[in-house]
């Protein structure tokens, strides 16, 4: 079993859904990273987060420290959130960042 | 100016051919790292440079050789590779190492857009 485990791996939506995506981890960790990473390679930071919730634009991301989970949700998706999305977990115990295998999300127009 | 900034974008090299990948970052980190990410994979860590001196290797093989000149520079000096390292070359950079025990962590981390590495 991973230490990080992501779901769903694959999404696929149409433009103006509400998305969610999950994630859990089993590790102690002082802080959570959501990434998104487009065809091509570069990888953005979107969230990194230790507790409660933080908003972006149309971006969610809220963590439960007791539960060990996390969740990113888009509101009103667009084609130009189609990306993985990663979701990465500092230990406390550890100076790497360990990652979730990722979530491919198509949104159709 | 919150951009890493990684060269080339492509590289397509032989087994015997020596090369470099160069990263650069202006925003005053003093962190910079390189992860290998293969198709459909997470990012690996291959090092971790912490105050221009390398304080993680995770094992790496020494074909893959880092260098660090100063505080705003990353090379990745490449020589007699294998067409397994063909991959994806992230990479990234942050205020300072992550510390453990959680305290004062200030981890988060600044990518660039990668150079796309080709072993024939």
């Known amino acids: 079993k991973n230490e990080v485990e992501q779901s769903p791996q694959n999404l696929t939506a149409q433009e103006g859904e509400f998305i969610t995506i999950n994630c859990s981890y089993s590790?102690?960790?002082?802080?959570l990273h959501w990434l998104q990473q487009h065809p091509g390679g570069g990888i953005v930071s979107l969230f990194m987060l230790s507790s409660g919730k933080k908003k972006h634009g149309r971006l969610i991301a809220t963590i439960n420290i007791q539960e060990k989970h996390s969740s990113l949700h888009i509101t009103a998706s667009h084609p130009r959130d189609s990306a993985v999305y990663i979701c990465?977990?500092?230990?406390?115990?550890?100076?790497?960042?360990?990652f979730g295998e990722g979530t491919q999300l198509t949104v159709n127009p | 100016d919150t951009e890493v900034t990684q060269t080339p974008k492509h590289l397509v090299m032989g087994m015997t051919n020596k090369k470099s990948l160069k990263c650069e970052q202006h925003m005053g980190h003093r962190a910079m790292y390189w992860y290998k990410q293969k198709a459909k994979k997470p990012p690996e860590l291959m090092f971790v440079y912490s105050y221009e001196k390398l304080s993680i290797n995770e094992s790496v093989p020494s074909r893959f050789s880092p260098e660090c000149p100063n505080s705003s520079l990353l090379n990745l000096h490449l020589h007699a590779l294998q067409p397994e390292d063909s991959a994806l070359y992230l990479c990234?950079?942050?205020?300072?190492?992550?510390?453990?025990?959680?305290?004062?962590?200030?981890?988060?981390?600044?990518f660039g857009e990668g150079s796309r590495l080709t072993v024939l």
């Open positions: 990465a977990v500092k230990e406390t115990s550890g100076s790497r960042l360990t």
């Open positions: 990234a950079s942050s205020f300072s190492v992550w510390e453990s025990g959680g305290s004062g962590y200030t981890g988060e981390l600044f």
């Open positions: 590790v102690g960790i002082s802080a």
